[in-house]
């Protein structure tokens, strides 16, 4: 009876993170743009920072909300890039992937000194990005 269910728990979790690796990308205007306002390739700041993110051809909503069309919220990725098949998988949380879904479009951003590669990217209502991806340019900016 108890492997019965430790087996039936382990397969339920595996349906719920298929389910959510599968799940469907969410349409985009293909003319939307993400972009840094206030950085540029080359800059060097002093830590901690502010990025300031910017966004035209879509609109910002905070993560869960799934009904209003041509919306996302931001992604800063530092030192990494999110391409093939991750285009269409949630976004990780983790000190490379900064998730702004309260809908923030700033954020005070704290690096160690060195060199660092940053990029935004739109993720719909479930953290993926959406289709066709909308990501910003790779700049380079030096912390000191």
Same mark, same amino acid.
């Given at each position: 009876?108890?492997?019965?269910?430790?087996?039936?728990?382990?397969? *339920?979790? *595996?349906?719920?993170?298929?389910?959510?690796?599968? $799940?469907?990308?969410?349409?985009?205007? =293909?003319? *939307?743009?993400?972009?840094?306002?206030? /950085?540029? %390739?080359? %800059?060097?700041?002093?830590?901690?920072? !502010?990025?300031?993110?910017? !966004? &035209?051809?879509?609109?910002? $909503?905070?993560?869960?909300?799934?009904?209003?069309?041509?919306?996302?919220?931001?992604? /800063?990725?530092?030192?990494?890039?999110? +391409?093939?098949?991750?285009?269409?998988?949630?976004? =990780?949380?983790?000190?490379?992937?900064?998730?702004?879904?309260?809908?923030?479009? +700033?954020?005070?951003? +704290? /690096? =160690? $000194?060195?060199?660092?590669? /940053?990029?935004?990217? !739109?993720? %719909?209502?479930?953290?993926?990005?959406?289709?066709?991806?909308?990501? &910003? +340019?790779?700049?380079?900016?030096?912390?000191?």
């Amino acid at each position: 009876m108890r492997q019965t269910l430790v087996t039936a728990a382990v397969m *339920a979790v *595996a349906l719920t993170v298929s389910g959510a690796a599968g $799940a469907e990308q969410t349409p985009a205007n =293909p003319k *939307a743009k993400v972009y840094f306002i206030n /950085l540029k %390739d080359g %800059d060097t700041v002093k830590s901690p920072f !502010l990025v300031q993110f910017g !966004l &035209s051809g879509m609109g910002v $909503a905070p993560a869960g909300v799934e009904d209003i069309k041509n919306t996302g919220h931001h992604h /800063l990725i530092i030192n990494e890039k999110i +391409e093939g098949d991750e285009l269409s998988q949630p976004i =990780p949380a983790d000190d490379k992937h900064k998730h702004f879904g309260g809908g923030q479009t +700033e954020a005070m951003v +704290e /690096l =160690p $000194a060195g060199t660092h590669i /940053l990029q935004l990217v !739109l993720g %719909d209502w479930s953290h993926i990005p959406h289709n066709p991806p909308i990501m &910003s +340019e790779r700049i380079t900016v030096t912390v000191k």
